[in-house]
């Protein structure tokens, strides 16, 4: 898909452990006939072969995807011949020429805001991806980010939802019109323990999943990419669409922020 601006879809598919490779590529072709059109990915997921399986298997025209990946300082490096390379790997193990969008995993260890990013524009120069994204950044490091790239990335890649909502990040990305990608929209399960979640899914008769979704995407210039692996958890987030939260229900998931966070590294750029 080459992406507008204005064109992303608001239901994407996470892959991330989602490693056993006929599991991995039976869940991405399942997702693409339910109707998903976005694939999330990543080098240090292990899974892009299967990821490019389950496309592949599926009868989904490739233009009519966004597949996603990224790359990793612990795997090709971030430095500007690794980028190159890794990119290159990536389109290779899922059998793609291109990839729709390529993230910075996480700015870390090598990362080299022009090194790294000039490489990323090479790569678009040459056809290789389409989008630059960014992944886990600091605001200090997404100014950095915006003052070496000529254009503006299209998407921005965070760990988002009920207990994690990322305000400044969020405001950021609206003045800037990036698309925030909410990562782990689900807290990696752990909305489902919330009685708040319960109560608004009961009052709906909808899962907590979709109370998630839902309220992540009642916000501006947000998407999301839950993981699931079965047809029945990929079917009910992908339903969320429908789902239109009230006032009083956003109200009641904005008073409950406490700041947990279940992704994290040692070195991550908000703890310095
Ligand atoms: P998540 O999407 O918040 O939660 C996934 C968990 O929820 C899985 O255990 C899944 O189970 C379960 N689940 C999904 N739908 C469900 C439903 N409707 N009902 C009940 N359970 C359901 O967690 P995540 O995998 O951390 O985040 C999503 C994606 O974001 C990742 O897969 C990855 O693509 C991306 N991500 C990116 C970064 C980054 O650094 N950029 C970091 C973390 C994640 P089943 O698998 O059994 O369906």
Same mark, same amino acid.
């Given at each position: 898909m080459r992406l507008s601006e204005n064109d992303f879809p608001a239901i994407g598919l996470g892959t991330w452990q989602n490693t056993v490779p006929d599991e991995c590529a039976n869940s991405v072709q399942t997702a693409l006939e339910l109707g998903y059109r976005h694939i999330d990915t990543a080098h240090?997921?292990?899974?892009e072969e299967s990821v490019g399986r389950g496309l592949q298997q599926s009868?989904?025209?490739?233009?009519d995807v966004v597949v996603a990946s990224k790359v990793h300082a612990e795997k090709f490096g971030l430095d500007y011949e690794g980028v190159i390379e890794g990119a290159k790997k990536s389109c290779e193990r899922m059998n793609l020429?291109?990839?729709?969008l390529l993230y910075?995993?996480?700015?870390? =260890?090598?990362?080299?805001a022009e090194e790294t990013l000039s490489a990323f524009e090479q790569l678009e120069r040459d056809g290789v991806i389409d989008h630059v994204g960014l992944s886990n950044y600091s605001i200090d490091l997404l100014d950095e980010a915006l003052s070496v790239l000529d254009e503006t990335p299209l998407a921005l890649q965070m760990e988002m939802h009920p207990f994690l909502h990322q305000d400044e990040i969020l405001e950021y990305a609206q003045e800037h019109d990036i698309? =925030?990608?909410?990562?782990s929209p689900l807290a990696r399960g752990n909305v489902f323990e919330s009685d708040v979640l319960q109560s608004i899914a009961e009052k709906h008769d909808v899962s907590e999943a979709q109370v998630s979704i839902a309220w992540l995407l009642s916000k501006d210039n947000v998407r999301v990419i839950p993981k699931a692996s079965s047809e029945a958890h990929l079917r009910d987030n992908l339903n969320a669409v429908d789902l239109t939260l009230d006032e009083e229900d956003i109200k009641r998931i904005d008073n409950v922020?406490?700041?947990?966070?279940?992704v994290e590294r040692d070195d991550s750029p908000w703890l310095e």
């Open positions: 240090y997921y292990g899974n009868d989904i025209e490739r233009d020429e291109r990839l729709d910075v995993h996480w700015p870390v =260890l090598q990362y080299d698309w =925030l990608i909410a990562y922020d406490r700041q947990e966070r279940y």
